[in-house]
């Protein structure tokens, strides 16, 4: 296979928008926690605000920012390539977005056989 495989990539929106919040509140990063109500979007903090756990996943950076996930998360989600999109909406409480009118969404593609087996991911055949 030719090139890197991202578990996380950002639309152009999304870029846009991570590089207003950057311009606005300096390094930001982002978490995915799948809890209930706002944990299911993915949240964006400024870096210094949010203590990124122990055993939480670092996926990548979108828009020069760390994107991490909660292992249990990880664990639904490691099948799949994670696309951080910008759609109309009110933002998570306490996500950076919050009061623009827009929120992150978080899309997915599951990882070709071929994707997979570079990863190391087993089980995606039936």
């Known amino acids: 296979m030719d090139g890197e495989i991202l578990r996380v990539m950002a639309t152009p929106a999304a870029l846009d ?5 950057r311009t606005e509140y300096g390094p ?11 944990g ?5 903090y ?5 203590i990124v756990g ?3 996943v670092l996926l990548g950076t979108i828009g020069e920012s ?9 664990e639904y989600w490691k099948h799949t390539q994670l696309i951080i999109d910008v759609v109309p909406g009110k933002g998570g409480m306490f ?3 919050n009061g623009r009118g ?25």
């Open 66 to 74: 760390p994107f991490y996930m909660s292992p249990s998360q990880y």
């Open 17 to 21: 928008l991570i590089a207003t919040l």
């Open 102 to 126: 827009v929120r992150f969404l978080t899309r997915s593609r599951l990882f070709t056989d071929e994707e997979a087996a570079a990863l190391h991911l087993t089980g995606l055949s039936a």
């Open 28 to 38: 930001v990063l982002f978490h995915q926690s799948g809890g209930c109500c706002d």
């Open 40 to 44: 299911s979007s993915p949240m964006c």
């Open 54 to 56: 122990d055993e939480d």
């Open 95 to 97: 996500s950076l977005e």
């Open 46 to 50: 400024p870096q210094g605000d949010y």
